[in-house]
């Protein structure tokens, strides 16, 4: 059956807009709700490609601005509905905060915010260190990873690491809320402007997992890798699930993240509460110290039998890269730019060691939750200290945003993806792709302002699009719906979107609809479920997807699935001006 794909939540008045056709047709005119022709245009052949498995013709209707919700058709066939508008993204962003709080474990929900998402208090009971003889710990609170209440502190850590990154890089995420319960910030530094009230929202949510992770530091210094129950769960409610919780071993990946990402919370949370600030940067220290005198890597295997997630790495230099990289940033200190130079050149070893290599492109810029070296990165590029470092970072996310851009002229979907980035949660290689143009983005916009003076060249350069927003928008436009699923990737955003995440209180709730906001994983070639074993072979890439509860590999979400589209959405807001 012949289809139109596009973004099905829509696009700003001055944004690219396009739709992709899997048909033939000379034109296609735009429909407004009322059943008027609002708009027309001729759709042109872009041709085959190797991810979509199809013959793609495009319909760009970027010069029609008008407001309003519409669809295209061409040849009879219509599109699903979209609307044009300066905020059509106001409550996607807000949704996609939201997840993390109703991920929320421990006793912090409350029936006024979660709603019809209440769960009652769980994992609640302390946790027994594996392996040791040692008095059970308390290490509660923090957000489910996924469809799994497993708390992984890797993961967690560069989930939050994506929302601050996204606050220091765009301060507008400050603004946005999303409806959960007010914390109150202590006093901040004498050196820094005092606000006085409330954490914004997204400080708020962001506390709550580094308040956890904080529990998930012994007292040298060094972090459990994981606390989960020995073997995943069934689909019962977490408050269900009371077996025996495990803090198993410590990892330096684990330590090394923690370091980080305490360090970069700490150069934001100073500005709210100095007392909080503090405790940050002193377990940050900890932790470093622990992997200073600890210089060999200590990697992380599940305990024989158990099958919770394991988070595994081949080596630990990236995550050392990053804490080294995150403390310089936040304490001027010299010693670890040195120490961040010493990894840099591990790292370049490594990265030509290609039997290791599981990412694409520059290891520079790698934002996921094993390879951290582009959070590294960000922190370099925030330091702005014109180093040998500094340049690096930036000469990094040019090229790779220029490599990606590359790869977006290939497909019809224009989208920056290449056949082999779709793996297991291949929606976030999408993702961490557009947060490295994003970043890109960002520093062409803030070269060209400190060139021009005034911010005068800035606006000139903005007249025309860029080609990494460019990208960008047709990643977004991909995620919502532009893609040969012609699915939306985000619950509840989309006439079209999933529905069946992989999440065990969506899937024994007695809600209709899973929480809106969620991002799935994505079409992956290796179908590592028996659900997606029953899909044919021979799927080319952007198809091996099903919208199945039981497909882990198909449609998990994940903390950080959803955490870079926080960031991606923050650069879109600071272009909007908003
Ligand atoms: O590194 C290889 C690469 O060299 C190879 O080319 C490519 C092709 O298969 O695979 C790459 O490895 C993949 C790896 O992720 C790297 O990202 C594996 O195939 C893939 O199986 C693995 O998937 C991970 C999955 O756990 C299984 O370990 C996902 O990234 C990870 O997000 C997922 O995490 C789970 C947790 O364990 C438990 N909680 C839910 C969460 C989400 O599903
Ligand atoms: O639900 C689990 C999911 O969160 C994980 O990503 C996945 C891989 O670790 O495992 C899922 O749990 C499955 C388990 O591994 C095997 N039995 C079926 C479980 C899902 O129903
Ligand atoms: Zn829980």
């Not at 872009?46 to 991810?51: L, R, T, V």
């Not at 979509?52 to 058709?73: I, L, N, P, Q, W």
């Not at 520093?443 to 400190?450: D, L, Q, V």
Request: glycine letters at 8%.
């Amino acid at each position: 059956m012949s289809k139109i794909f596009l973004n099905q939540v829509g696009f700003q008045p001055d944004s690219a807009k396009k739709a992709v056709l899997d048909f033939e047709a000379d034109e296609f005119k735009i429909v407004d709700d009322a059943g008027n022709e609002a708009f027309n245009g001729r759709v042109i052949h872009f041709g085959k490609d190797e991810i979509s498995g199809e013959d793609t013709y495009v319909a760009d209707f970027g010069g029609f601005y008008k407001a309003g919700r519409y669809h295209v058709e061409a040849n009879g066939v219509s599109s699903p509905n979209f609307e044009i508008s300066e905020n059509v993204y106001d409550k996607l962003m807000k949704d996609i905060c939201k997840c993390f709080y109703y991920l929320r474990c421990g006793d912090a929900l409350d029936r006024k915010y979660a709603g019809e998402f209440y769960h009652e208090p769980c994992h609640m009971s302390k946790a027994t260190v594996y392996g040791e003889d040692t008095d059970p710990v308390d290490v509660t609170g923090g957000w489910h990873d996924a469809g799994d209440y497993g708390r992984y502190s890797t993961a967690g850590a560069v989930a939050v690491a994506h929302l601050l990154y996204g606050v220091r890089f765009f301060d507008n995420l400050l603004n946005v809320e999303f409806d959960i319960p007010k914390v109150q910030a202590g006093s901040a530094s004498a050196d820094n402007t005092s606000i006085s009230g409330y954490l914004p929202d997204i400080l708020a949510e962001a506390k709550v997992e580094l308040d956890f992770l904080m529990k998930m530091q012994r007292e040298n210094g060094s972090v459990w890798h994981k606390v989960t129950t020995f073997c995943h769960a069934p689909f019962i409610m977490p408050e269900e699930d009371t077996s025996e919780l495990f803090l198993f071993n410590v990892s330096s990946m684990a330590t090394a993240d923690i370091a980080a990402v305490f360090a970069l919370a700490y150069t934001i949370y100073r500005n709210y509460d100095a007392e909080y600030a503090d405790k940050l940067m002193d377990r940050a220290k900890r932790a470093y110290k622990w992997l200073q005198d600890n210089p060999e890597p200590l990697l992380f295997k599940n305990a024989e039998g158990s099958n919770t997630g394991e988070y595994g790495e081949a080596e630990d230099i990236s995550n050392r890269f990053w804490a080294a990289c995150a403390l310089y940033e936040a304490t001027g200190e010299k010693s670890y730019y040195q120490d961040a130079e010493t990894q840099k050149e591990r790292l370049g070893s490594f990265d030509k060691a290609a039997e290791f290599k599981g990412y694409q492109g520059d290891v520079f810029t790698c934002l996921g939750w094993a390879e951290v070296a582009g959070l590294g990165c960000m922190s370099l590029l925030l330091s702005d200290d014109g180093s040998e470092l500094f340049e690096l970072a930036k000469k990094s996310y040019l090229q790779e945003a220029d490599r990606l851009c590359d790869n977006a002229d290939k497909n019809g979907f224009g989208l920056c993806m290449d056949k082999k980035d779709f793996i297991w949660g291949s929606n976030m290689e999408l993702l961490k792709y557009l947060m490295v143009l994003t970043v890109a983005e960002h520093i062409n916009s803030e070269t060209a302002t400190n060139a021009g003076g005034n911010g005068k060249l800035a606006k000139s350069v903005k007249k025309t699009r860029s080609k990494y927003e460019s990208a960008i928008i047709a990643g977004i436009d991909y995620l919502l719906g532009c893609n040969s699923m012609d699915v939306s990737y985000v619950t509840g955003n989309g006439e079209k979107a999933f529905k069946n995440p992989h999440l065990r209180p969506t899937a024994i709730d007695d809600v209709e609809q899973p929480w809106p906001g969620l991002v799935s994983g994505g079409p992956n070639v290796g179908l590592q479920d028996e659900r997606a074993q029953t899909l044919p072979k021979d799927l080319p890439p952007m198809k091996c997807y099903l919208d199945h509860i039981d497909c882990y590999s198909l449609n998990e979400i994940t903390i950080y699935w959803n955490s870079p589209l926080v960031f991606v959405m923050a650069g879109v807001f600071r272009r909007m001006g908003r």
